[in-house]
């Protein structure tokens, strides 16, 4: 399996039952900004885009149906109790065993975007995503470039840490 899948899959095993499509796109691209920061590669394969307001991939989607396809995952359409009409997917591991073959310092990293930003809501997340450098770079609609953070400031994961 491709290490963007085995990346997906392990942070829906880690944070099973609580994570929605938005949550694991967002936590995939900060996994991906500290991983250039720390190696030099993103520790998926995706090339991330200024999506209407953040940072997204449209091949994710097919990514998710082939782990769904695959039995590795369930997707569950839930709507908002307040806004019915606000549908959300929430995405859960189904136990199948996967073999994952993270580079040791990248499945630190992992861990360590997991461990701090894993119980954060969505509009805290949102809101640290929104503001990391390469977001703050470009224009929606145009390529992000993570690389730029070999150059300039670090991302500074204290900031919104109080906004758990």
Excluded: C
């Excluded at 997906?8 to 920061?37: A, C, F, H, M, P």
């Excluded at 782990?67 to 569950?76: A, C, F, H, Y």
């Excluded at 019915?84 to 073999?99: A, C, N, R, S, V």
């Excluded at 992000?144 to 500074?156: F, P, R, T």
């Amino acid at each position: 399996m491709f290490k963007t899948e085995q990346l997906i899959d392990y942070i829906i095993q880690n944070l099973s039952g609580k994570i929605t499509k938005t949550q694991l796109v967002k936590l995939i691209y900060l996994v991906d900004l500290e991983s250039v920061r720390f190696t030099g590669t993103q520790a998926s394969d995706i090339k991330w885009k200024f999506h209407h307001y953040g940072p997204y991939d449209e091949n994710l989607d097919g990514r998710l149906k082939k782990l769904e396809k695959n039995s590795i995952i369930t997707v569950q359409q839930k709507s908002k109790k307040d806004h019915p009409d606000d549908i959300y997917f929430l995405y859960q591991h189904t136990g199948k065993e996967m073999k994952y073959e993270f580079e040791p310092m990248k499945k630190q990293i992992i861990d360590t975007i997991l461990s701090q930003y894993g119980s954060f809501t969505l509009d805290a997340l949102l809101k640290y995503v929104y503001e990391t450098e390469p977001m703050r770079k470009s224009k929606r609609g145009q390529y992000l470039n993570l690389k730029s953070l070999l150059n300039n400031e670090s991302v500074d994961f204290s900031k919104t840490k109080e906004e758990k």
